[in-house]
């Protein structure tokens, strides 16, 4: 299941009035350590959808949304609970280390 890209435009309907936790990936297309999470992301996704949500926002395309959450190395991903970010996750992980992170949300 791939993530979801999500804009400045349907942030607030994707992310922040969802009704379960959501993982917001910043990424960009030149950055590849985000190259090397989006997959990863993707099986979890797939494997905890019924548990937590999964979105992708390009800070290039998005730099205001990147700049309101004060993100300053990618890959950052944030999970936003209720409209609040409640966890910030910066760099790259393996799986076993993002399951770790997000287990909190998905157990």
């Keep these: 299941m ?9 942030f607030q309907a994707d992310v922040l009035s969802s009704s379960k ?22 099986e ?10 999964i979105v992708k926002v390009n800070v290039d395309e ?3 949304l990147a700049q309101q959450y004060g993100i300053t ?12 970010v409640v966890k910030s996750i910066i760099g790259a992980k393996p799986k076993p280390a ?5 287990s909190a949300f998905i157990n």
Excluded: Y
């Design 2 to 10: 791939a993530a979801k890209n999500v804009t400045t435009a349907t």
């Design 21 to 42: 936790p959501v993982l917001v990936d910043f990424w960009a297309e030149w950055c590849g350590p985000c190259r090397m999470v989006s997959p990863i992301l993707d």
């Design 44 to 53: 979890i996704a797939g494997e905890h959808a019924d548990k937590i949500t």
């Design 62 to 64: 998005e730099p205001a």
């Design 73 to 84: 190395s990618i890959p950052a991903m944030q999970v936003f609970q209720d409209g609040e």
């Design 98 to 102: 993002l399951l770790a992170d997000l």
